[in-house]
Every structure is written in C-alpha cells, then in structure tokens.
C-alpha cells in the first residue's frame, strides 16, 4: 500500500521540537526549508549580477545572507520554533527585495541599450 510521506510523519513516533513540543521536529524542518529553497532561487540571481558586473557588494550579499539563514535555522532548538521561522521568512524577504531592485535596475538598463540600437 503506498501512503505519503506526511502520514508517517505524524505516526507513533512521532518526535517533537525541543523548542517548540507541539510541532514535530519533521513539520518545523519543513517551514524552515521553504523560506531557504526560495532564498537560494534568489542568492543564485544575485551571485550572477554580483559576477557579471565585477562587483563585491551582491557577492558579500549572498554569502552574509546564506550564513544568516543558516545560523537561522539552529534558533529553533536554543529559543522557540516561531523565532526561527520568522528569521527565515525575514531574511527571504530582504533577499526578495533586493532581488527585485537588482532585476528592475537590470531591466532597465536593457530597454536603454535596445533603444540605442533601434536609433
């Protein structure tokens, strides 16, 4: 009989947070991942405008962004299982705007130089 995968993570063994008893350890690393797997979309967008363009600023972006998403996700086992989300989905936000200001900058920088070659 195949099941999924969420029905066994709330089985007879079920293993809580350390900080938070009420969530399983299983469903926390699951709202810790998803800010992360979006954040890392993002870093791979801004190391290329950082390698592109010869600048240090978007490369020290991503590496003090990874580090802090990193140590983000240990919060839950020291404090609450809710600072630890909350720092994760934070940092994916600043790295979402940042992202965005690069892109719109880029774009625009594109319409110049096509408009240049139309001329």
């Not at 993570?9 to 699951?30: E, I, K, R």
Request: glycine share 6%; net charge neutral.
């Amino acid at each position: 009989m195949h099941t999924s995968v969420l029905f066994h993570s709330t089985g007879p063994a079920f293993l809580p947070s350390p900080g938070c008893p009420d969530l399983s350890l299983f469903q926390l690393s699951t709202l810790n991942t998803l800010p992360a797997v979006l954040c890392q979309l993002m870093f791979g967008i801004i190391a290329f405008e950082g390698y592109v363009t010869n600048t240090k600023l978007p490369v020290a972006f991503v590496f003090l962004a990874h580090m802090f998403l990193a140590g983000s996700s240990t919060l839950s086992e020291l404090f609450s299982c809710s600072l630890s989300v909350v720092a994760g989905i934070l940092i994916c936000a600043g790295t979402a705007v940042y992202t965005l200001r690069l892109v719109k900058r880029r774009m625009t920088v594109m319409d110049y130089k096509t408009l240049e070659l139309q001329d």
